[in-house]
């Protein structure tokens, strides 16, 4: 199973990025997928998931009203579009998904895609 995440890249601040990731290997229709960041010096924090494809989305409180996640029609690609960017969004964003649906806020990720860099610059 492969998650490729890709999309990042240098913003101002104000603009728009949206992030996809494809996964392939299995089915991620049932499944929770999400996106996580990191920022430099800092741990990995959780950032917008779905339940399933189609299902409830969660959001960190920091990025809510301005990220909004989805699915293509497979279910298999999941992206991140993400709105009046902000410097503190600079950070490398990993997208996660599960063998099943569940809660990405609580419960592990068994598959993680490597990361894509989104830089906002003020």
């Known amino acids: 199973v492969q998650l490729q995440a890709f999309g990042g890249g240098l913003v101002q601040a104000g603009g728009s990025l949206r992030l996809s990731c494809a996964a392939s290997?299995?089915?991620?229709?049932?499944?929770?997928m999400g996106w996580f960041r990191q920022a430099p010096g800092k741990g990995r924090a959780f950032v917008a998931a779905?339940?399933?494809?189609?299902?409830?989305?969660y959001y960190a409180d920091s990025v809510r009203g301005r990220f909004t996640i989805s699915r293509n029609n497979t279910g298999n690609t999941v992206y991140l579009q993400m709105n009046n960017l902000k410097p503190e969004d600079t950070a490398v964003y990993y997208c996660?998904?599960?063998?099943?649906?569940?809660?990405?806020?609580?419960?592990?990720?068994?598959?993680w895609g490597r990361g894509t860099l989104v830089t906002v610059s003020s």
């Open positions: 779905d339940r399933w494809s189609g299902g409830p989305t």
């Open positions: 290997g299995r089915t991620f229709t049932r499944a929770a």
């Open positions: 996660a998904g599960r063998t099943a649906a569940g809660d990405l806020r609580r419960s592990p990720a068994d598959y």
